[in-house]
């Protein structure tokens, strides 16, 4: 003892008035600001029983309790009384060494209140400590590691309890969490059973009746609970930090419900609120198991968890709920509270419900039928959904001096965790002010003017901030949310200079000085740079005009009338490679993202280097230039990525790996995520809208469906081209079609174009040999949060971090029958993975196709023999690319990710999974690919033994015919090809046109 006793007397007395500044100043002044903004801003200078006295006398009655651990009240004399015998008989504490004087009666006591299932009972300080302990033990005893929890549930804020919390907004920012949890629905006996038949769940958590929404589980779900743990050897684990010691009623929810769970643990209510201190029961078989081998304290000690202080209190406490039989009072205080509320409910109709046992209760409010008290409803609504529960705490608070709670960030009620000691007055206090509040509103005063203005701005910043775009309506996030609404904007209107199926009535026999053969972005850059050269030039497609107001969201309708082969062409060889390809003016662009990468300089230098091409960064720059002016290529804007793209670039963040959002050829996109069935926004800027208008404008003609056959050879001249009139389905008409011209460009895509010549008795072997892909694959990430993965551009976020190495990451949205063909599993499994793909978000990767190659072949009667060998590079690459997407997703915290790889690495449940799937043998059938990018087959380069054409396009050996799609690069232009394709068909079309 020091001489002086009174110190800490003293300062208390001094500061009590006085020192709310310095926690504002040096603890947590944000948290103040909020519940002072809320005009929580009394100065308690005294506390008796469930009573706070302000510093100018006033009375409040405190139904808040602490958070719930007043059950008896504040500052209870025989509490106090067993901390002060403590401190003055001078007891050794914290021995540590040596058995602790007291834990062992607390231990006994909270053991004998829970009956003779349990016969250990293992201290720490705080609930969170305590589930966190529970967690750990799960898995150390079961050897299993998946956890199930409720949704809805709060189990402490411990790094592993965060992740067993059933609020996204508890988690958010904490990413990447615990592996493996798994949330499952309340009161759903046949999802749980779902779960624990997988067999590899080490525990179920759960709270008897939860704290933060009152919902009660049902006796019948946990005895369905009990026993399917039993069944599958997973453990039944009671939190009642909160419910425990007569909170609801009983002594333990959990056990009053008729189970016995093999851990349950009380905090809250233990000490009287007097010392931290938390306890967890646990069954002999569970403790010898635990504890086989004698490790005790590398599994579990914490240094202060027997403190004498702690389990004095506790020992005071519970000797006291024992005396006032505080099981049965609880009750009953909780029946006449909840009679009240119920009248309550029945005489306003903004109580929506009330949930809750005994006395932890919560009234939940939804909009009156009043239409001015409606409609004030709706605009809080539309700041914070909870924003008419904080208006009834506030003024309870502040009109009637009774402390409440709003339970959630989310949550549209009022909690009360009312001490077990209220008198009849304390609850005719609580329930007639209750009822004094909710009346004002519907006569005089306005719910919206409790929650200050300030309030409200700063909930609706919080709320800007805080949340991902998608989470927020639409009214707020600019997001289109996904609608089945054709496209009722006035729509764009194509060139009506474009020659169109229906006007063919004959056949076609044209000249002109430049004739490009393909219509998508490469074809139709070049050909504008041809006519902006006063050049006559004649642009041919074979597909159709694809009109956007034909677009719809069924990609097979849409795959049948706009892909090549309906979408369905895939490569022989070591394994089956889906191409998609684009059949319609405009090409490509008009399905894909609108991905626009430059190619890197190294790959640049590379091409020089391996192929002899005649390029460089800087003289590449300014057609790049000139195409991403033409082609309005910008960022991915922040307001349009959605969630989807967010986790891409929190995941990326997480591990420390670069991103950036994707430069895309949009404008006004709305991210609805449909770039593959054509967009709805037409916000694409697409060729056929943004370069075919200037080439007719400048004079040049546009025929789609044109199908080119072969060209016209005179000598080694190339003269033009002949072919037919196709059908805007494919099918091939009776109309003949014969063009000739000075120069022919062949941009008809890396697949057609090599086969033209093929065709056409070009003699060069090694035209169609150097077939080229990036393979891609994509995996899902099934999250806990909701992502709603189909708002949010289609690609808004990718890395580069890897690229070097040949592998690109990306974020990706394609529609949901595609989607939903990487879904494992059949039956019930695969129904709730359909069901669960908001909660999905899916990440692709490409790689460089380095050690793959393969050919296309023209075959008699037109078709085409491809073929495509997967070299182990790229399987090496594949499968580091999986593994990195994995990684990005469970970064983000995905708590379950399926690689689309078949067989046992398809699904992953967390970083071991990945470390196994980094150590496996894969070949290359193992993965699903497909590629969308296509090319090398008609190389350019400077060997003519090598390669098809020079470094300006033209083919060796063939006078006036060029190439100037994706089929003339080498190798991989690392990069998506369609922007180093349209810089460099810029550069040849301006060669043409000088050359001619
Ligand atoms: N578990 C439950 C059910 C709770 O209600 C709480 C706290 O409210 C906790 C765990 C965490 O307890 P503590 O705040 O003591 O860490």
Known sequence: MTDKPNTMKALIQEHIHSSAHLSKKHVHPKMLKLFELGGFNAVYDRAEGHYLYDTDGNKYLDLLSGGGVYLLGRNNERIHGALRDVLELDVPNLTIVNASILSGLLAERLLALAGPHYTKCLFSNTGSEATDLAIRFARFATGKRRMLYLEGAFHGRTYADVSICGSPELRRGMEPLMPICTPVRPNDTEQLERELSKGDVAGFFFEPVQGMSGRVLTPEYLRAAERMCNEHGALLCADEVQTGLCRTGPWFASLAAGVRPHMVWVSKILSGGTVPVSALMMTQELYDQIYAGFTSGPVYFSTFAENNLAMAAGLANLELLVEMNAPERATALGEVLRGGLEALAERYDVIDRIEGQGLLQVVYFRDSAQLGLKLQQSLMRAADPAAFGAAVNVDLYKQKRIIVQVPGATLNAIKILPPVTLTEEDVEWFLEGLED????????????????????????????????????????????????????????????????????????????????????????????????????????????????????????????????????????????????TIRALGGGSVFNSAICLRMPEYQVRRWRREHGIDISVEEMAPHYEEVEALMGIAPTPEEVQGT???????????????????????????????????????????????????????????????????????????????????????????????????????????????????????????????????????????????????????????????????????????????????????????????????????????????????????????????????????????????ALLADLHFAAGAHTVYTGLLGEHNTLYGPDDVSALRAADLGPKDFTCASQHLFGTTPMGADKDRHVVDSHGAVYGVDGLFVADTGIMPVSPAANPMHPVMALANRIGKGVAAGL
Request: net charge positive; proline share 6%; aromatic share 6%.
């Open 437 to 580: 509040v909710i009346a004002s509103y519907y006569a005089e005063r306005a719910p919206i003017v409790s929650v200050s203005k300030g309030f409200l701005s700063t909930a609706l910043k919080g709320l800007r901030s805080a949340v991902p775009p998608a989470f927020l309506p639409p009214i707020l996030s600019g997001i289109d949310a996904p609608t089945e609404k054709k496209n009722a904007e006035p729509l764009r209107r194509h060139h009506p200079g474009i020659t169109r199926f229906e006007d063919y009535d004959r056949d076609i026999d044209e000249h002109c000085d430049v004739l490009v053969v393909g219509g998508g972005p490469s074809g139709a850059i070049a050909a504008r740079q041809a006519a902006l050269a006063g050049k006559r030039v004649i642009l041919v497609e074979a597909g159709p005009v694809a009109e956007p107001e034909s677009f719809n969201d069924d990609c097979m309708d849409m795959f049948n009338r706009f892909y090549w082969d309906s979408g369905l062409r895939t490569t022989r060889g070591n394994v089956v490679l889906p191409t998609l």
């Open 644 to 882: 989807r793209n967010v986790l891409f670039k929190q995941g990326c963040d997480n591990l420390g790996i670069s991103s950036a959002p994707i430069n895309r050829n949009v404008s006004g996109c709305k991210g609805s995520a449909r770039c593959v069935v054509g967009c709805p926004n037409h916000a694409k800027n697409t060729p056929d809208f943004r370069v075919i208008p200037e080439i007719l404008d400048l004079g040049g003609r546009v025929l789609s469906s044109v199908h080119v056959d072969s060209l016209i050879m005179r000598g080694n001249r190339c003269a033009g081209v002949v072919g037919w009139v196709a059908e805007p389905g494919g099918a091939r008409t009776r109309l003949r079609v014969r063009i000739t011209a000075k120069a022919t460009i062949l941009a008809a895509g890396c697949l057609h174009s090599p086969t033209i010549m093929q065709r056409s008795g070009i003699k060069n072997p090694v035209i169609g040999k150097n077939f080229r892909t990036h393979p891609g694959i994509y995996a899902l990430g099934e999250y806990e949060q909701v992502v709603n993965p189909w708002i949010g551009a289609t690609q808004g976020y990718h890395s580069l971090q890897y690229l070097e190495d040949g592998i690109k990451l990306e974020s990706l949205w394609v529609n949901a029958p595609l989607i939903a063909a990487r879904i494992p599993g059949i039956g019930h499994r695969y129904k709730e993975g359909l069901a669960n793909y908001r909660h999905m978000g899916v990440f692709d990767a490409w790689v460089s196709g380095d050690d793959s190659s393969g050919h296309v072949r023209a075959l008699p009667g037109g078709g085409k023999d491809l073929a495509w060998t997967m070299g182990l590079g790229d399987v090496r690459r594949l499968k580091e690319a999986t």
